[in-house]
């Protein structure tokens, strides 16, 4: 492992607050708000075409660049809580980071080919990120970590 892997999974432990929808005025439940809060993130998201449900692996990988660079691929997955996400730069398209929307953390930027990001997801929430460079143009992500593939 390299010293950002180390670095960037010591930085994130513990940080990477769960994306909660909260109950609104008008009662709309934490699952609602949060599906609604999806949805309309992957609307924006390059590439993206349906939820890659993996549930049932203990590790996903996800392309940092991938096609044609400017996506993350597969750009949504939904996963088992304890599941870990292992981001790998394909080289392609530029300079990458893993941004998370929801945390005040990011990776460093990254073109090389074969840099790489492990988190391990223990709690169930809806985690959105992106890539700073390329947010204009929808290079975007989230991971959903569900209790029983559900
Ligand atoms: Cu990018």
């Not at 660049?65 to 088992?80: E, F, K, N, W």
């Not at 730069?89 to 990254?110: C, M, N, Q, Y």
């Not at 080919?113 to 223990?122: D, I, L, P, S, V």
Request: aromatic share 8%.
């Amino acid at each position: 492992m390299s010293n950002m892997h180390r670095s960037m999974h010591a930085m994130m432990h513990g940080e990477a607050s769960r994306q909660t929808g909260g109950t609104t005025d008008d009662g709309v439940s934490d699952d609602v708000d949060l599906e609604a809060q999806t949805e309309q993130w992957l609307g924006r998201t390059a590439g993206f075409e349906t939820i890659d449900d993996r549930t049932g692996e203990s590790e996903v990988v996800v392309e940092v660049g991938g096609g044609s660079g400017l996506t993350y691929a597969p750009a949504a997955v939904r996963v088992d809580p304890g599941t870990t996400i292992r981001w790998v730069w394909t080289g392609r398209g530029g300079l990458h980071d893993v941004a998370f929307v929801s945390a005040e953390i990011s990776t460093s930027l990254h073109g090389e080919q074969g840099a790489e990001y492990t988190y391990t997801f223990a709690e169930p929430g809806e985690y959105r990120y992106e890539c700073t460079p390329h947010a204009p143009v929808g290079m975007r992500g989230v991971v959903i970590v569900e209790e029983n593939g559900r």
